[in-house]
Each structure stands twice: as C-alpha cells, then as structure tokens.
Nanobody
C-alpha cells in the first residue's frame, strides 16, 4: 500500500519561510512524476512544482524564484522550500505522485498540510 505523508505546514508571516516534506512509502517500481499541488478555498487545485522522470523540475509562474523543489532518493522524500511567502500562498498543500508498479501507473495523494501566510 503506497502512502504519501506530508509535514511542515504552519502559520508564518509574509516574507517568511516554510519547508514542506513528503515521504513516499510502499511498493512501487518507479516514479513517473512527483510534486506539490495546492488548493485555496473556492479555487481549483493547482500545480505548484513537480519533477518528471527525466529529472526536469517545473514551477508555476507565481512561485518561480521563491520556491525550490528537491528530492532525496535515498530517503524517498521530496521537499518544497518556500521562501518570501505571500498571503496568496495560503492554501492546503498536497503531495502528489504518479507511480509505476510494473503494470499500471497510479496517482496518489497525501492528506494535505495547511500553509497560512499572514499579512
């Protein structure tokens, strides 16, 4: 059973920093893509940053230059370092992984972690 467990959310003032982490556990063959999404009240869930199997990382325009996505292969962990946070970054952040189990690709989601940025 694959699980994605996030940690690191919280309350921070505008201009501050937070680091989110996501640990992937369970059996899978390879990762097609892994990343972070976020959802604010009344808005659709949006991609924040992700890394594809070719190692390329993509960021949504609004976080480019402020957020850094990283992956620790040995620990099966991905992280999102968020700097210069703005009130509009307030959202529930979800870890997402598209995994190949040798036969099928399946998409998994973490439970989400709240990030609140006060002005």
């Amino acid at each position: 059973q694959v699980q994605l467990v996030e940690s690191g959310g919280g309350l921070v003032q505008a201009g501050g920093s937070l680091k989110l982490s996501c640990v992937v556990s369970g059996r899978y063959f390879s990762i097609n893509a892994i990343g972070w999404y976020r959802q604010s009240p009344g808005k659709q869930r949006e991609l924040v940053a992700d890394m594809r199997s070719d190692g390329n990382t993509k960021y949504t325009d609004s976080v480019e230059g402020r957020f850094t996505f990283s992956r620790d292969f040995a620990k099966n962990t991905v992280s999102l370092q968020m700097n210069s946070l703005k009130p509009e970054d307030t959202a529930v952040y979800y870890c997402n992984a598209d995994l190949w189990d040798g036969r099928y690709s399946r998409v998994y989601w973490g439970q989400g972690t709240q990030v609140t940025v006060s002005s």
